[in-house]
């Protein structure tokens, strides 16, 4: 039983909790596979949506995942509640939290906002994405990817190119990757990259082809337009064409290579059209596993209530 009140990040999670929430959410993957294996249902659990920043992934399996398990799912349109009218985040969490819903999960612009509430209600907090900061179920998600690909995290190389300095998901694979014994580089232009990012252990690349060099899986990231200051990058078809994912850059990986990406991408920015729609990517893979990660979490909370 994972023994955690929220899932708030991976920079805390130990090797044995990310392996619990792997395993727990291959068996959901045979549930939604093959829709007549049976899983214990969690009825009776509630779980609700607080989304403060745009999503469609993260959402959407989010709340499906919350029905393959049979629990009741509870979405706010931040828009049009009681946030609208000024209350704050806590009044906002206790009050849904005193109509008994037993998980809520955040995404929020500001980072640490989830773990900030955390420490402030009894019910589970789940983060879905806080800024930069963390995004620990998609990590989990790309982690199970890796592991259904190659049977293992241990010992692959995985190159994580592009927006490095505004993505919150580089920074809970960085962690994930690095407990689970994989093998990071990162390459992103200097104005992407953050200021002592290296100290997380991961090793710093010069270029896209030295990072994609010997890599077992290259992971692409979205350029995040909507997180960056002005003067911090050239223009878009520049871009591609000096630092892009692209099926010939790709010839640089190690055979059995997979390309994969959180998504939403940009094709023809950080990565070709071709490259996604390739018998290498993983990217729609990747959104399935989502699902069965999203199910694994909520399950968990929930029994060890
Ligand atoms: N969907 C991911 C996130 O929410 C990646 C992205 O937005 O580019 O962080």
Request: aromatic share 4%; charged share 25%.
């Amino acid at each position: 039983m994972l023994n955690k009140k929220d899932i708030l990040g991976l920079k805390d999670m130990t090797k044995e909790e990310i392996l619990e929430i792997l395993e727990t959410a291959k068996e959901m993957k045979t549930r939604i596979d093959d829709s007549s294996k049976r899983i214990d249902e969690i009825k009776g659990c509630s779980i609700v949506s607080l989304f403060y920043e745009n999503s469609t992934r993260t959402r959407t399996s989010f709340e499906n995942a919350t029905k393959f398990l049979g629990a009741n799912q509870v979405n706010i349109a931040v828009g049009s509640s009681s946030v609208a009218k000024g209350e704050s985040m806590y009044d906002t969490v206790k009050t849904l939290e005193s109509i008994k819903n037993g998980i809520v999960v955040i995404r929020h612009s500001m980072a640490g906002t989830p773990n900030y509430i955390a420490k402030k209600v009894d019910a589970h907090i789940v983060n879905a994405g806080d800024g930069q900061h963390e995004h620990p179920t998609q990590a989990l998600l790309d982690m199970l990817t890796m592991r259904r690909h190659f049977g293992k995290i241990d010992g692959l190389t995985v190159a994580i190119i592009g927006d490095i300095k505004y993505s919150r998901v580089a920074r809970s694979n960085i962690f994930g990757l690095l407990t689970m014994g994989a093998k990071v580089k990162l390459f992103g232009i200097k104005t992407l990259m953050p200021k002592g990012i290296e100290e997380m252990g991961a090793t710093i690349c010069n270029s896209v082809e030295e990072a994609i060099q010997g890599s077992d899986v290259v992971m692409g990231l979205r350029i995040q337009l909507e997180r960056q200051t002005s003067g911090q990058f050239p223009t878009t078809k520049e871009y591609f064409a000096e630092y892009g994912i692209t099926m010939d850059r790709m010839k640089l990986a190690n055979e059995n290579a997979i390309i994969m990406h959180p998504a939403p991408v940009n094709r023809g920015v950080e990565i070709s059209g071709e490259a996604v729609d390739s018998d290498i990517s993983r990217i729609f893979d990747q959104v399935t596993n989502g699902l069965a990660v999203r199910m694994a979490v909520i399950k968990l909370l929930a029994e060890g209530k």
